[in-house]
């Protein structure tokens, strides 16, 4: 098993609708996990971090469901300027500070 | 500048040559990444530096793959007898670790392109 793994899409959507993504984990030890942004031809760039009791950056919800080893991303309200590639990241099993993405799930918001 | 700065930016080379990626971290960060990335894929993880303790090397898909990160600060990647399917980006990242520090984010260059031919 994939130490992250995601739903690689595209998830096509109309502008103002509500998406959700998923990523599961591997590694029950986990501590750290964080959601990045990675537009077309650019260098990823940290969108926010997942807290245990979940957290919400105005359009933007985290999850995390230890139980069950996944993280979830709510995006509300889609822009066109949401497009780009949403990268589940999680600390790498035996080690805290080296971080794993995933291969990333594909958002295209259309007019 | 004040961001992660990579050199160069594009490389072309002809298969079996050696390349070096060079990336100079922001001043402070204590842990360095590097990643490649092909296209239209996802980041794979090459080899973590943090402060003085032993490089976590267990992504480097080969021997022909080496890393250093002297003084603490600029880190070179070396790739041996390139060979095609070495044709990737190659993205550096640095993070501030430490008490009171924002832990998490990853600060990432530009990237190198590599492209063996």
């Known amino acids: 098993r994939k130490e992250v793994e995601q739903d690689p899409g595209p998830f096509n959507v109309p502008e103002g609708a509500t998406v959700a993504f998923n990523c599961t984990y591997s590694?029950?030890?986990?501590?750290?996990f964080f959601w990045y942004r990675q537009d077309c031809r650019k260098e990823p760039k940290l969108l926010m971090s997942?807290?245990?009791s979940g957290n919400e950056d105005g359009r933007f919800t985290a999850q995390l469901n230890r139980a069950s080893q996944y993280i979830s991303l709510l995006i509300r309200d889609s822009k066109l300027s949401d497009s780009a590639t949403y990268l589940c990241?999680?600390?790498?099993?035996?080690?805290?500070?080296?971080?794993?993405f995933g291969k990333g799930t594909k958002l295209s918001v259309k007019p | 500048g004040a961001g992660v700065s990579q050199s160069p930016s594009n490389k072309v080379t002809e298969k079996g040559k050696d390349v070096e990626l060079r990336c100079d971290p922001i001043s402070g960060h204590t842990a360095l990444y590097w990643y490649r990335q092909s296209l239209g894929q996802g980041l794979e993880f090459l080899i973590y530096?943090?402060?003085?303790?032993?490089?976590?090397k267990s992504g480097l898909p080969s021997d022909r793959f080496s890393a250093e990160r002297t003084g603490g600060s600029v880190s070179t990647l070396t790739i041996q007898r390139t060979q095609q399917e070495d044709s990737a980006v190659y993205l550096c990242?640095?993070?501030?670790?430490?008490?009171?520090?924002?832990?998490?984010?990853?600060?990432f260059g530009e990237g190198s392109r590599l492209t063996v031919l």
């Open positions: 990242a640095s993070r501030e670790v430490g008490a009171g520090a924002h832990t998490g984010e990853l600060f």
């Open positions: 997942v807290y245990s």
């Open positions: 590694n029950s030890a986990s501590q750290s």
């Open positions: 990241v999680v600390n790498k099993r035996g080690s805290q500070g080296n971080l794993i």
């Open positions: 530096f943090q402060g003085n303790s032993a490089p976590d």
